[in-house]
């Protein structure tokens, strides 16, 4: 296999992780929000803001040691207000879509408001997906992420490819 095919799987399994963490935020986003609005008379809006806040935090743990743990971990500061503001602008997009929809169409019923709660998620994701991987857990560079495998590993020496023959 060439090496467009390992980046291909690294992608797959990134985005298999990303999901993972993902599916489980969804979850807990949607559970919060609906928690919150059965035992609070809080509007909609609000109720999928304090949920997408607690979504948020998850998602963060599970991003950080799950899937991107292998990523550079030096800047942990820059990593968490980074992650902390595209969060803040996919909360923005996620709730934006909830409130176009209670707000300027109408639709409130509790059915409605989980649809569009969940649209909104879905829009704010593939953003999240973006901004998260190109900004906040940036791949150590090659070179850096061998050291650390190696050291991870106990090598005393490197592990060099094997020389090629030259015909």
Known sequence: MGRGSAGLRRLVREVARFGAVGGAGLLVNLLVFNLVRHVTELQVVRASVIATVVAIAFNYLGFR??????????????????FLLFSAVGLVIENGVLYAATYGFGWDSPLQSNIFKFLGIGVATLFRFWSYRSWVFRALPAREAVANAESFLGASEPVRPPQRARV
């Open 65 to 82: 040691y799950f899937a991107y743990r292998d990523r550079d971990k030096s800047g942990r500061t820059r990593e968490l207000t980074l």
